[in-house]
């Protein structure tokens, strides 16, 4: 067998090196590890990592503050799709409520909207009426979702 070469500088020697830097790469690796196995969800169920995940999850659902999310949809009349922009709200001895998308009526008269309420009116109550009253129903915006008419019959 040939002989070892001595080491010029005795002060650090390879096996202090190895693990030196073998337990940072060891460190390294299983940090690696565990990230990838909680992004591919790999963990079987009823681990403790498993449990941490889910954990992590569900504490996210319930103490991330509602102000963080912004995408809050604008209060719409969602009823009045299923019903072509018109529903009959109640009735009495003095009249019937309607209420009537804003959509429908801009898209009669869009300069006036009394006379497109009228001609709604027309067309679906198909008999003589009085509107005793026209409310505009508004989103905190402003903007105008719709009317409530009250109709003596």
Do not use: C
């Amino acid at each position: 067998m040939a002989e070892s070469t001595p080491l010029r500088d005795p002060t650090f020697t390879p096996a202090d090196a190895r693990t030196s830097s073998g337990a940072l790469q060891g460190l390294g690796k299983k940090i690696k590890l565990v990230i990838v196995r909680s992004i591919f969800w790999s963990y079987e169920r009823g681990s403790w990592h498993y449990d941490l995940i889910v954990l992590v999850i569900l504490s996210f659902i319930f103490f991330t503050p509602r102000s963080w999310f912004q995408d809050r949809p604008t209060l719409q009349l969602t009823d009045l799709r299923h019903q072509q922009g018109f529903v009959e709200l109640s009735r009495s001895k003095d009249g019937a409520r309607y209420l009537i998308d804003a959509r429908l009526v801009d898209m009669l008269a869009p300069e006036k909207a009394e006379d497109a309420i009228q001609q709604i009116l027309r067309q679906r109550l198909q008999k003589p009426f009085t509107v005793k009253s026209i409310d505009v129903i508004r989103d905190r915006n402003k903007v105008i979702l719709g009317y409530t008419v009250v109709v003596a019959e």
